[in-house]
């Protein structure tokens, strides 16, 4: 299944032609680390089957995916995959039942993807939706030692819509957030010029609080990958 070249996808790419072996992501949970050329292929992999899923044949065309994935090489893949050209709503798996429920039922997603380290909250996210959404589990990614480098497609404007994230809620319900890719591109230019090259590029980029932001990926992963390919620790 073809990636769209986006900024991000094509310096991904030429990462993993300059050197196959160069790591994309650094899993600490799994002790594993992973390639660029892996990553790439994986996202691929899970596009094709998201795609197959809904019945569509190459185009999310901006559809919500929403996704239960712990912080990990898991969750970049499968953000990866549904980012190529869909909208990504994040939702985060460590809260109430009922706080899932008003965000997925205010995203509106067209599919979740469930990680088995929350497949125990599935049975009441299918009973409390309010709508037919299908559901579809994430078996978990493991190193792969013989990748192979998935096919590009042209890239599509970039003003689409990227991500969908949500507040906390402290104070009232979660409030959603759109960005399009070319609010993500802009965020990590604008920080690849600030940091210059200040950091080693062996430094790795530590990106895993204990509840994301839309900050947390253009603001810190992006940058590396865009501009130095360097190693995400997640």
């Not at 993807?113 to 978990?140: M, Y």
């Not at 940091?195 to 080693?200: D, E, I, P, Y």
Request: charged fraction near 20%.
């Amino acid at each position: 299944m073809p990636i769209p070249s986006l900024p991000l996808f094509a310096a991904a790419e030429q990462h993993a032609r300059q050197n196959p072996e160069k790591i994309a992501v650094i899993d600490t949970t799994k002790q594993q680390s992973f390639t660029f050329v892996q990553l790439l292929a994986d996202a691929a992999a899970l596009r094709k089957r998201i795609l197959e899923q809904l019945a569509l044949t190459g185009d999310l065309e901006e559809r919500r995916i929403a996704f239960l994935v712990p912080n990990g090489y898991d969750y970049v893949a499968t953000q990866w995959a549904v980012g190529g050209r869909g909208v990504y709503a994040f939702h985060f798996a460590q809260v109430p039942v009922k706080e899932l429920l008003y965000t997925v039922g205010d995203s509106d997603p067209s599919l979740i993807i469930v990680h088995p380290e929350f497949e125990k909250i599935g049975p009441s996210l299918r009973e409390g939706c309010t709508t037919d959404i299908p559901f579809i589990g994430l078996e978990p990614f493991s190193r792969n030692e013989a990748p192979t480098l998935p096919s590009f497609s042209p890239p599509f404007a970039l003003t689409r819509r990227a991500l969908m994230i949500y507040t906390s809620g402290t104070t009232s319900n979660p409030k959603g957030c759109v960005t399009t890719h070319e609010n993500i591109t802009f965020q990590a230019s604008c920080l690849v010029k600030a940091w210059g090259h200040s950091l080693r590029p062996s430094d790795p980029c530590a990106a895993a609080p204990p509840r994301p932001r839309d900050h947390q990926w253009p603001g810190c992963q992006f940058p590396e990958w865009y501009h130095r390919g360097d190693a995400s620790e997640v």
